[in-house]
């Protein structure tokens, strides 16, 4: 007759005290130090990436000729840096602050530009 893991449920082989699967000892009280693993996933957002993406989104709003797109930009990019490095979440704040912050600073740019235009057509 097969035993089964209390913690995950797998099929352990006659004799192990300790499921290969989830690492647990067989009747699940705890894990031997030797068979300790760490899980890859995280629940922490990374908090630079996540601030870059709201200052980007203000600076669709308030541009000050691209400045605040280039703040957004930058915290941006220095989340998605430091999330790789920590392994947190945030890759898609992180991108996107950077994509809507590069389309600010464009705007703010072509803002200036077609300013000064104006300006020169009327003198």
């Known amino acids: 007759m097969s035993k089964f893991c209390v913690n995950c449920g797998a099929e352990l082989k006659d004799g192990g005290d300790i499921c290969l699967k989830c690492g647990k000892l067989v009747n699940g009280e705890n894990t031997p130090a030797s068979t300790t693993t760490t899980s890859n ?15 980007s989104l203000c600076s669709l709003i308030i541009n000050f000729a691209g400045i605040v797109g280039a703040v957004g930009t930058i915290l941006s990019s220095i989340g998605l840096a430091k999330l790789k490095k920590n392994n947190e979440k945030g890759f898609g704040f992180a ?5 809507i912050g590069a389309f600010s600073i464009i705007w703010g740019i072509w803002s200036i530009i077609n300013l000064v235009n104006t300006i020169n057509y009327y003198l």
Do not use: D, H, M, Q
Request: net charge positive.
């Open 95 to 99: 991108l996107t602050g950077i994509i």
């Open 41 to 55: 996933t995280t629940t922490k957002t990374n908090s630079l990436a996540l601030a870059g993406f709201i200052v």
